[in-house]
């Protein structure tokens, strides 16, 4: 069996992965099926490199968005909700 080559962009996602998440590194590195020292290599050079960042840098505004949108999924869930029963009800009379 042969070494497993990994592409550049799971290498900075698992990188970034552990920046974000809080999470121990052996817990993320036996997630992603990587050894420890692998994916603290891959840490080490993507920090060196200042590449963590990742693709959204105004976070602030991603998460504001997000945050409406999902206001808005949970109202209009509820509508649906509220005519599924009125629509129930006058189908059983």
């Not at 920090?47 to 409406?68: T, V």
């Amino acid at each position: 069996m042969g070494r497993k080559h990994y592409t550049e962009e799971f290498k900075r996602e698992a990188a970034r992965l552990v920046e974000v998440s809080g999470r121990p590194i052996p817990e993320i590195a036996a997630d992603l099926g990587v050894g420890r020292a692998t994916l603290n290599r891959w840490i080490k050079e993507f920090r060196d490199q200042d590449l963590l960042s990742g693709p959204h840098e105004d976070a602030s505004k991603e998460l504001a968005r997000l945050r409406k949108e999902n206001e808005l999924l949970r109202q209009e869930r509820d509508l649906l909700k509220k005519a599924a029963a009125f629509f129930a009800r006058e189908t059983s009379r």
